[in-house]
């Protein structure tokens, strides 16, 4: 068991809200699970992506960013080339079926007639051709497809042929639902069935589980959960040993809730010279928003060498208010030259009282110009 290298993996979190065809219902909860979905993945109880790594569509965006798929191809095959340890990619949306009988996955402007289907849609098997042959050691697919009625029927003589779209070799796929049913969209909801369940388990845990929220092990809290509500049993499929691999941390196995003693256990680890014990408590206090834990977190990762994540949390910390990590990068803008950014920092850190701060600050402005 163990969690993805957030520097070598890569996630593409596809999910559209809004279609053209009449027949093909909105679906508003689709932006909800792509950003609470990015949330979860970038944050340091996740598989800590760095947000460049997290490639999404967002609602905000341009009707052109991901929303055709020239877009969504090239996005994919990008990260296929990146990603040597986790290649994730997750799509939210309709998924219909073609007289072919393939699998294809909606784009806002897709027609559900069955004869246009596969001219305005996503062949799956061109996502499962990338996926094939990407370089990453895990390769993770996730598909929340709510299929039209149209699919439905269509989908009724051709189950097998779509259950055998998503054995991809070495590739783990969770998918929302049997091949011949919907997933569920329940109306007003902040998320689809399916990924809200998912969500609510990466972000709060389960007793039921280890340490870390493996693919198989979630897989097995949703076949559990989503029937109990009326929710199509969700499948998974060809998991080999990638399903060992773990998207977060359990964050009911803890034993530890509290934000503070997270700290003091990360402090007394690090003082027993126990440093991944450090980390791990620090990160976990640094996820419940603890800006001197983000900071001792950026301390220990530059001391063991990962300068961009060690950069990243000292710019989270002061951005929470943290004052010494103010001071640390208004010394440090200054030394590299960017004095604007350098009396920033400064400034904020004298204003939340740091006395070294209002002295390196008055130095800095006598200067001479």
């Given amino acids: 068991m163990r969690l993805p290298d ?7 979190l596809l999910g559209f809200d809004t279609f053209a065809d009449p027949g093909l219902p909105d679906l508003p909860a689709v932006t909800h699970n792509i950003d609470d979905l990015a949330e979860v993945l970038t944050s340091p109880w996740g598989t800590a992506l760095p947000d460049r790594h997290c490639i999404r569509r967002r609602k905000a965006a341009p009707p052109s960013d991901l929303a055709d798929s020239a877009s969504v191809g090239a996005r994919l095959v990008s990260a296929a080339k990146e990603a040597e340890d986790l290649l994730l990619v997750y ?15 909606s784009l806002p402007g897709t027609r559900s007639e069955p004869d246009l289907v596969a001219w305005t849609g996503i062949p799956f098997s061109l996502v ?7 370089r990453a050691d895990s390769r993770v697919l996730i598909l929340d497809c709510c299929f039209s009625g149209l699919a439905i029927g269509a989908m009724a003589t051709t ?25 569920s969209a329940p109306v007003g909801a902040r998320h689809t069935a399916y990924t809200g369940e998912l969500l609510d388990l990466l972000q709060h845990g ?15 809290h949703l076949a559990r959960v989503l029937p109990s509500k009326g929710h199509p049993r969700p ?33 007394r680890l690090e003082r027993v010279g126990d440093s991944a014990g450090a980390v791990r408590w620090y990160r976990e206090a640094a996820g419940a928003g603890r800006s001197d834990a983000m900071r001792e977190l950026g301390r220990l990762l530059e001391r063991d060498g990962n300068r961009v994540q060690a950069g990243m949390w ?6 929470s208010g943290d004052p010494a990590t103010m001071h640390e990068l208004g010394v440090s803008s200054w030394h ?11 400034r904020k850190a004298a204003a939340a009282g740091l006395p070294e701060a209002a002295e390196d600050l008055e130095r800095l402005l006598r200067r001479p110009k």
């Fill in 235 to 267: 499948e998974l499929r060809n998991t080999h040993t990638v399903g060992r691999l773990a998207l977060a941390r359990n964050r009911a196995h803890s034993g530890i809730s509290d934000p503070e003693a997270m700290v003091k256990e990360a402090t």
């Fill in 314 to 319: 000292r710019r989270r910390a002061a951005e």
């Fill in 336 to 346: 590299t030259g960017d004095l604007a950014q350098a009396e920033s920092w400064l």
């Fill in 159 to 183: 189950t097998s042929v779509v259950a055998g779209q998503l054995e991809v070799a070495g590739t783990c796929t969770l998918a929302s639902s049997p091949a011949n049913r919907p997933s």
């Fill in 206 to 220: 389960t007793a039921d589980a280890a340490e870390f929220l493996t693919l198989q092990t979630i897989h097995e």
């Fill in 91 to 105: 799509y939210a949306g309709h998924g219909l079926v073609g007289p072919d009988g393939e699998l294809y996955l």
């Fill in 6 to 12: 957030p520097r070598h993996s890569r996630a593409v």
């Fill in 128 to 134: 499962r051709r990338t996926l094939a042959n990407a």
